[in-house]
Nanobody, 125 residues
Framework: QVQLVESGGDSVQAGDSLRLSCAAS????????MGWFRQAPGKEREFAAI????????LYADSVKGRFTISRDNAKKTVYLQMNKLIPEDTAVYYC??????????????????WGQGTRVTVSS
């Protein structure tokens, strides 16, 4: 059974940085792609970033490219999302998800089988 627990969400000012963490349990973390998704108020959940099983490949949404960095530590079973130069449009609940395979080269949520409860990020102007 995979469990994912996000942390690190906070209320910050535009231009600030935050690092989100997602701690995983279960035996398949180190062989699975991991992703971060977000859901802004009144909007559907959207893709933010994906990292492959060993950290060698990443994919970012255009809206976060150059500002956000996804990374992972397989020994700690943790995936991170470093968010820099935050803007109000980044306000959302951020979810981590574990993929059904080692690399997912698209933003499709259908190939992520386990999801965390989310952590809230609020960015004020």
């Amino acid at each position: 059974q995979v469990q994912l627990v996000e942390s690190g969400g906070d209320s910050v000012q535009a231009g600030d940085s935050l690092r989100l963490s997602c701690a995983a349990s279960g035996p398949t973390f180190s062989t699975s792609a991991m992703g971060w998704f977000r859901q802004a108020p009144g909007k559907e959940r959207e893709f933010a970033a994906i990292i492959n099983w060993n950290g060698g490949d990443t994919l970012y949404a255009d809206s976060v490219k150059g500002r956000f960095t996804i990374s992972r530590d397989n020994a700690k079973k943790t995936v991170y999302l470093q968010m820099n130069k935050l803007i109000p449009e980044d306000t959302a609940v951020y979810y981590c998800a574990q993929g059904l395979k080692g690399w997912i080269g698209s933003s499709s949520q259908a190939v992520f089988g386990s999801w965390g409860q989310g952590t809230r990020v609020t960015v004020s102007s």
